[in-house]
């Protein structure tokens, strides 16, 4: 399944296969997914683990977060996964 939603000028890709998921936030290029084990968020080259396993929490909290700030504040939603 794939999904794609458009917020505030930002695409948000929703894709789950079996277990897996991903959610790709763009154009910023943020990965948030459980393809390597547990759940985790790309930023850059970089990987930092986020507590919530459940793709529709992330995605409900990812959405929330856009709508209230009318965009990303990468330091905020790292605090909210």
Not at 2 to 29: F, M
């Amino acid at each position: 399944m794939e999904e794609i939603y458009r917020i505030h000028g930002k695409d948000i890709i929703w894709s789950e296969k079996g277990n897996l998921w991903a959610i790709i936030i763009l154009p910023d290029s943020i990965k948030i997914d459980n393809w390597h084990g547990s759940p985790h968020i790309h930023i850059s080259d970089k990987k930092k683990r986020i507590s919530i396993n459940d793709p529709y929490k992330v995605f409900s909290k990812i959405v929330v977060h856009i709508n209230r700030e009318s965009g990303i504040i990468l330091s905020k939603l790292l605090g909210e996964l």
